[in-house]
């Protein structure tokens, strides 16, 4: 019972406190309705702040490659997610099909990816959760 | 029903994570990495140093789990909290900021300092202190930024020796169980947090306590005479204990304020 009532009571603290707020506001800059599931090989992986990237060549209606460019969230959040440099690096020049929602200024082929499906199945969550995939759709 | 209760919180731990979404999205339900968010225990009573003061060390991740929670399962909610009282002209000028502008305002989105209370306030990474007799070394991972604070209740510089600082010429006391740390003299170019600017005149009061072992709350006053009609205080943000080392975080790779400012020239020309 005691157990029972101090789940409750952390709950409530976390529905009632915050400073754990995104770096920005991913929605400011990608559009939350405009997301697809992109296949492609995998050439690199920068693993950098405030945001790492991955590069994917993926293929446009014609069948051409086109170079893509996916904004993930900070290594900070990646590893402490589980997609470490040597998770995602495990897969260039392999096949990866990346969750991707497009710019919204018109820059050709950016993209900030929330999911991406490695090379050997598993899948990583690597960005906010802007589609509400999880009912965690930003606020702001 | 204790062990009832450890079995369900470890089915709710466990990865992957089954909730509920939309068909079309559903493989992405199953990618590790998420969190469904188990509050701490309050773990006992605080720490004490030497001096008989309540020790804050530790490494304190924002939210009540003691561990990141960027990709929680839980929707973020902030606290309620008063209205900012602002003079007329400062609130047309803080709700006339578009969202572009706000992001390329923002001392994250630019790779700048912070500022007090920002390491707070604007900062979604975990902290290191170190607390020890008359002195607080606070440390972010976000950007490595960190401050270093006197706790002996030593007075602010005299007004002839005080220069603009991104985190201002800061002095702390102890109130009891509160560490009370007051700052002035804070560079303009830090916001409070979301595009609230200040003046020259901010003074920031920021409270830390140690209510219990694993967790750390903070509460922030403002007073800005110059753009305020009186001052604010925020509701108590909650921190937990986390049993990990911060790790590097350098802002090397800044591609979004070019990007940002190509949404701003679209902004501009609608």
Same mark, same amino acid.
């Given at each position: 019972?005691? $157990? ?57 209606? $014609? ?78 | ?113 912070? +500022? ?36 002996? +209740? ?117």
């Amino acid at each position: 019972m005691k $157990a029972t009532a101090a789940i409750t009571l952390g709950l409530l603290v976390l529905l009632t406190s915050s400073s754990a707020f995104a770096h920005h506001a991913f929605a400011v800059e990608f559009d939350a309705t405009k997301c697809s599931d992109i296949t492609g090989v995998l050439t690199k992986v920068a693993y950098e702040n405030p945001h790492a990237y991955v590069f994917v060549d993926g293929k446009n209606a $014609a069948g051409e490659k086109v170079p893509m460019t996916f904004q993930l969230s900070s290594t900070s959040n990646l590893k402490r997610g589980g997609a470490t440099f040597a998770a995602l690096n495990g897969s260039v020049n392999k096949e990866v099909t990346v969750r991707g929602c497009l710019s919204r200024n018109g820059t050709d082929d950016r993209y900030a990816a929330s999911f991406i499906k490695l090379a050997d199945g598993t899948i990583q969550r690597v960005g906010q959760d802007v589609e509400g995939i999880f009912g965690t759709k930003l606020w702001r | 029903m204790k062990m009832c209760v450890a079995v369900t919180l470890a089915a709710v731990c466990a990865l992957p994570v089954a909730v509920a979404a939309q068909d079309d999205k559903k493989p992405f339900v199953q990618a590790r990495g998420s969190v469904v968010p188990v509050p701490l225990p309050p773990g006992g009573p605080p720490p004490r140093m030497s001096d008989g003061h309540v020790d804050l060390s530790g490494v304190w991740f924002p939210g009540p789990t003691g561990k990141a929670n960027a990709w929680s399962v839980l929707p973020e909610q902030r606290a309620k909290e008063d209205p900012i009282p602002f003079q007329p002209w400062a609130e047309a000028k803080y709700k006339g900021f578009s969202r572009v502008e706000l992001e390329l305002g923002s001392a994250n989105v630019n790779c700048t300092p912070v +500022g007090t209370p920002g390491m707070f306030t604007d900062n979604a990474y975990v902290h290191q202190i170190d607390t020890k007799p008359g002195m607080l070394i606070h440390l972010i991972e976000n950007n490595n930024r960190w401050r270093v604070v006197h706790t002996d +209740g030593r007075p602010h510089k005299k007004p002839e020796d005080l220069e603009p600082l991104f985190n201002g010429d800061e002095t702390a006391r102890w109130e009891g169980d509160t560490l009370v740390i007051d700052s002035i003299s804070i560079d303009e170019r830090t916001w409070i947090r979301d595009g609230w600017f200040h003046s020259d005149q901010l003074h920031v009061i920021e409270r830390l306590r140690r209510p219990s072992l694993n967790y750390l709350e903070y509460q922030f006053t403002i007073d800005d005479p110059k753009v305020l009609t009186k001052p604010w205080t925020s509701a108590w943000i909650t921190l937990s204990l986390g049993h990990e080392d911060l790790t590097e975080n350098f802002c090397t790779r800044n591609e979004n304020v070019d990007e940002l400012k190509k949404l701003l020239d679209i902004e501009k020309k609608k």
